[in-house]
């Protein structure tokens, strides 16, 4: 017993502010959070205050820019293709999230079913997403090429439906069309995945006690999958609409934003500005018109689908 | 006799250890009047291949400049869409490669964070003969005699056609101007051959040939003190013109980007277009006989001459510019001077089939030009071409409005029928003012 207390009382000293240090939550806490915070400030936080800090200034590649309050976006507001920039994000988002979230919520409940070789088919689903987006965005472009489309080929030369190629990219909807459903594509696995892990979650004896109460197959898609599949609907629904609207590879790749800009995104549009075009403050004011967007979109996902109170078990409203 | 006496000290000097020695001495004997720093190393950034030699006899002629001088030179190549933004980084953050052969204004662009470069140009220029008119317009910044990069080639984009069908259609040759151009693309059109002109948002092809079109005419964004004056009777003549052969083309040129001319070409589909001189090199020399055997039906012409009674074919051209954050500037002049002399440009020239047309005089005796008549025209690139943002001095606005496309969009958006030609002349105007307005 001696003995055990003098080496307490001996180690205490030595290891007493380290170890008490240690001990104190407040310095754990700090401690652990600083890296995740360095991380989030030099990465995130920096280059997000610096885009917004070069919206307000004439700042040009190669040289510094002054600040000049909200010239840019003065300047923006006049600016037809800008405008069209908007329109045509808004319209590519919109269309492209109902597109995407309506086949693959139907692809998710076909694979919800039992079918042969589950496991393999949901891997091929997956293929469009993990494909790089510039590999498909090259596909789709053969896709489209106004010479040498397979589409037109196939229509044209082998079944003879129409008599000329189809001019995909050459005029204004035909290009957006073409985008539109090419990003859908790329967006579907992403939803279908989500939407069936979220239908996997669903107790079976919900769909049996609404058998009993004698529901169809409408009745019980729509009371019991709808709202259970709410809350991952809400949050897959957020991101995809962040996805799509920020999306700049596809386009990029497949047009370039022609014919005649019609199919510039803003995000496309910010960058051409901004590096190729050496305006630097223009392109991040462009950059940073698109946050307001952004953060309306996620608040929609949020308040509208995911704030209902069945969430907190008290039924559906 | 200089050739076999240099590679002979370059091959004594080898041998010699000591690395600084060996690469004054080489140099010195070049005529070069450049040390190169002790324990230098080079980064050369420049825009990617188009014909396969291009790469490669690059990479040899920059080993050797090692072997010679004992500087070791890491060569990287970029996309050309990439290699704007590439430079713009590497010239705002102050990092990066040492020397970057870069796309026609960028040197303008960075002129200040540029290494004086009038000492190599001189020394180039007086011993092959001078520079081509392109040649200083580029390398020399603004209204000075200050050089800022060495031009090192230039492709140009005359017109490109197949003998056959433009006999057929009853024409000898490409017309000189641009009445017969009209009709003779309007028979093609009719003999189920059209001429396609890229239309969409193309570097190269579709700045060819709106700029030729426009200029032809006697159109130009801006004049000389860079007051934006593209909104004038020439430029609506122009589009008029552009519209009527707009109905000429294959369907489908408004979405073309730089290859969609050479796919169409390559497989036929089209009779008349404007490229490099790569094209018909790589049907020339493809495997497939078929393709090959149009390469023998493949020649070239100048784009027809308008109003404005001068050549106004335009060229990309590339500048090797050496940045003020090296901190081996004298290693890179004398790397550049290496590239540019005789026994290695001669050699580069001549591998690329004369992609990159020279923009030093003596180099138009280069044996690549007689190597086979049909390429002779590209020769002369660097003689007769105009600069992008012609007649205006080169500034941050000539390669803002060239990157926002305004001059493609304008002259697609009217032949297509999109916008009357009034409009797209007063919306080119309105677009180009915002960037020619400081």
């Known amino acids: ?317 | 006799m200089s050739y076999s006496r240099r590679r002979i000290l370059l091959a004594g000097a080898g041998a010699v250890a000591a690395p600084h020695l060996i690469s004054s001495g080489a140099l010195a004997q070049g005529g070069g009047k450049f040390t190169p720093e002790k324990g230098a190393t080079l980064r050369v950034l420049r825009p990617t291949k188009f014909v396969d030699p291009d790469e490669a006899i690059f990479r040899e002629n920059s080993e050797a400049f090692t072997k010679a001088t004992g500087i070791p030179v890491r060569v990287d190549f970029a996309g050309w869409e990439d290699l704007r933004p590439q430079t713009a980084v590497s010239a705002n953050t102050g990092a990066g490669p040492d020397v970057i052969v870069g796309w026609t204004d960028d040197p303008h662009l960075y002129a200040d964070k540029l290494v004086d470069l009038t000492d190599l140009a001189g020394y180039l220029g007086d011993k092959y003969g001078g520079w081509y008119p392109l040649a200083e317009l580029y390398g020399k910044k603004n209204g000075t005699n200050q050089w800022i990069c060495i031009p090192m080639g230039g492709s140009g984009g005359p017109a490109v056609y197949r003998e056959s069908w433009v006999k057929e259609a009853g024409f000898n040759g490409v017309p000189k101007d641009l009445d017969g151009f009209l009709k003779l693309c309007q028979a093609l059109k009719k003999n189920n051959h059209p001429s396609g002109f890229a239309l969409g948002n193309a570097v190269g092809d579709g700045n060819s040939f709106c700029n030729w079109l426009v200029w032809a005419h006697g159109g130009f964004m801006v004049d000389e003190k860079g007051k934006v004056s593209i909104n004038s009777k020439e430029t609506i003549a122009a589009l008029k013109y552009g519209r009527e052969l707009y109905q000429t083309f294959i369907p489908g040129t408004l979405s073309w980007n730089d290859t969609s001319n050479n796919k169409a070409l390559t497989a036929g589909e089209i009779g008349l277009t404007q490229n490099g001189v790569s094209l018909y090199f790589s049907i020339k020399n493809a495997k497939d006989a078929e393709t090959a055997k149009i390469g023998a039906d493949l020649n070239h012409a100048r784009m027809p001459i308008g109003p404005a009674g001068r050549s106004t074919e335009t060229a990309l051209v590339v500048n090797a510019m050496v940045f003020k954050h090296s901190k081996y500037p004298n290693a890179a002049k004398a790397y550049l001077q290496w590239m540019m002399d005789q026994d290695q440009y001669d050699k580069w020239l001549t591998g690329c089939f004369g992609y990159w047309a020279q923009p030093l005089k003596a180099y138009a005796k280069s044996k690549v030009w007689e190597s086979d008549p049909k390429i002779t025209l590209y020769r002369d690139t660097m003689e007769n071409a105009l600069w992008y943002g012609y007649k205006g001095p080169i500034t941050e606005a000539t390669g803002a409005v060239n990157a926002e496309y305004v001059m493609v969009q304008m002259v697609a958006s009217a032949c297509s029928g999109q916008a009357t030609p009034e409009d797209a002349a007063a919306e080119a105007e309105r677009r180009a003012k915002r960037y020619y307005r400081a």
């Open chain 1, 1 to 317: 017993m001696t003995a055990t207390a003098d080496s307490w009382s001996a180690s205490e000293p030595r290891a007493s502010w380290l170890a008490r240090l240690f001990d104190s939550k407040p310095f754990l806490i700090a401690l652990c959070l600083t890296p995740a915070i360095g991380l989030l400030m030099v990465f995130l936080t920096y280059p997000l205050g610096l885009g917004i800090w070069l919206a307000f200034t004439d700042a040009r590649i190669g040289r510094g820019g002054v600040f000049i309050g909200f010239e840019n976006f003065e300047s923006l507001l006049q600016d037809r293709v800008f405008l069209m920039s908007v329109g045509n994000t808004v319209l590519y988002t919109v269309v492209a999230t109902i597109g995407k979230f309506a086949l693959g919520l139907w692809l998710a409940l076909l694979l919800n079913h039992h079918v042969p070789f589950k496991a393999l088919l949901r891997a091929i689903i997956l293929v469009p997403w993990i494909t790089p987006t510039v590999l498909s965005a090259i596909a789709f472009w053969w896709i489209y090429d106004p010479q040498f489309s397979i589409i037109s080929y196939v229509l044209v030369d082998v079944l003879g439906w129409r008599d000329s190629y189809i001019d995909f990219l050459g005029t204004p909807w035909h290009a957006r069309w073409s985008l539109i459903a090419a990003n859908i594509w790329r967006g579907i696995p992403f939803v279908a995945i989500c939407l069936l892990a979220g239908l996997q979650t669903i107790s079976p004896s919900l769909y049996e006690a609404a058998m009993l109460d004698g529901a169809n197959a409408w009745q019980r898609f729509r009371h019991v999958t709808m709202p259970m599949l709410m809350p991952i609907l809400a949050v897959v629904l957020t991101f995809s609409v962040l996805f799509t609207f920020t999306d700049f590879q596809l386009v990029y790749a497949i047009t370039r934003g022609g014919p005649v800009n019609s199919t510039h995104l803003m995000a496309t549009l910010a960058f051409q500005r901004g590096i190729p075009g050496g305006q630097l403050g223009e392109g991040a004011a462009i950059a940073v018109v698109m946050i307001p967007f952004l953060i309306l979109a996620t608040l929609f996902s949020y308040f509208a689908l995911a704030r209902r109170k069945w969430q907190q078990g008290e039924g559906n409203d």
